[in-house]
Nanobody
């Protein structure tokens, strides 16, 4: 019984920045991992970034390394994705996800809970 609520999407020009938030409720996240995935029209959902809730270890897709930063606020039970130097190819619906048992943090099938998604559109 975990609910994830996303916010922060929008329209931005190439080179700009956005900050996405994902607020969780229902359980504590001591053993959880949280992640961001994205899905462009006609494409499969792909991994963007993940963070372990207890240690704060982070993982990134190669396509966003150096541009995106995932973080979490333990007290607020909220994960964030700071997106900088945005490119048109970053345009997608961004989803946050959580799992208590993921053995491969980049695998979309390992995540049990999902947010509703928030649209990010980057114009050229």
């Amino acid at each position: 019984q975990v609910q994830l609520v996303e916010s922060g999407g929008g329209l931005v020009q190439a080179g700009g920045s956005l900050r996405l938030s994902c607020a969780a409720s229902g359980r504590t996240f001591v053993r959880y991992a949280m992640a961001w995935f994205r899905q462009a029209p006609g494409k499969e959902r792909e991994f963007v970034a993940a963070i372990t809730w207890n240690t704060g270890n982070t993982y990134y897709a190669d396509s966003v390394k150096g541009r995106f930063t995932i973080s979490r606020d333990i007290a607020k039970i909220t994960a964030y994705l700071e997106m900088n130097s945005l490119k048109p190819e970053d345009t997608a619906v961004y989803y946050c996800a959580a799992t208590p048992t993921a053995t491969s943090l980049i695998d979309v099938s390992k995540y049990d809970y999902w947010g509703q998604g928030t649209q990010v559109t980057v114009s050229s």
